[in-house]
């Protein structure tokens, strides 16, 4: 079974300071990594994506996150933290490489407030 | 613009009723989805669809009913054996990929009066 852990329920960040968002996994296999945001009564937002390739991804609104695969981590950052980015955030895995569908799973989510 | 569109957004049901949220995609799209949210659940799987005509099960199947006639509809019937409906369902759609991720729609808000 897969599953993803997202350890902090509320992420609290002064506004111009660097933001971490952490993000483990468990897959049986390669992961494909996600995050996702999401706006109070919006839907989801895609902001990047792991697949293969360079551990270091970057995605939309300056956002950035690491894959380490021997932490199974896969934790959002971003150098410079704005107001704007007060969300709730959600990490997502499936398996890679695999035939037929493959299931993808979420995170419980993580509400990040940046305090001005 | 291409996207997906779920309607209504909120939706108020009296107990016993079944009811429809409709979602609704433009993006080509072969696979659809519909999740629903709880505080602190994350994203729970109801059900999916890979292809027109098909659709399977998720996580959480029970009390709700899909159909995929068209590739652009995917639309979800929350009956009245669903014993707790109250929630935020969320419809999504992505390419039959698995690097693809998704797209989602603005999100239906149901409540049970």
């Known amino acids: 079974a897969q599953s993803v852990a997202q350890p902090e329920d509320q992420v609290n960040v002064a506004e111009g300071n660097p933001l971490t968002v952490k993000c483990t996994y468990s897959?049986?296999?390669?992961?494909?990594l996600f995050w996702y945001v999401q706006y109070p009564n919006r839907g989801l937002q895609f902001l990047l994506k792991?697949?293969?390739?360079?551990?270091l991804v970057k995605g939309s609104y300056g956002f950035e996150a690491e894959f380490n695969k021997s932490q199974t981590s896969f934790h959002l950052k971003k150098p410079s933290a704005l107001v704007s980015d007060s969300a709730l955030y959600f990490c997502a895995v499936r398996v890679g490489n695999s035939g037929g569908y493959q299931k993808v799973t979420f995170g419980t989510g993580t509400k990040l407030q940046v305090i001005p | 613009d291409g996207g997906i569109t779920q309607s209504p957004k909120y939706l108020f049901r009296k107990e016993g009723q079944n009811v429809t949220l409709s979602c609704e995609q433009n993006?080509?799209?072969?696979?659809m989805y519909w999740y629903r949210q709880d505080p602190g659940q994350g994203l729970r799987l109801i059900y999916y669809s890979q292809i027109v005509n098909d659709f399977q099960k998720g996580d959480i199947a029970e009390g709700y009913s899909v159909s995929r006639e068209k590739k652009e509809s995917f639309p979800l019937t929350v009956t009245s054996a669903q014993k707790n409906p109250t929630a935020f369902y969320l419809c999504a759609s992505s390419s039959d990929h698995q690097v693809s991720e998704a797209f989602f729609g603005q999100g239906t808000r149901l409540t049970v009066v």
């Open positions: 792991y697949i293969t390739g360079d551990n």
């Open positions: 897959v049986s296999g390669n992961p494909y």
């Open positions: 993006l080509n799209h072969d696979a």
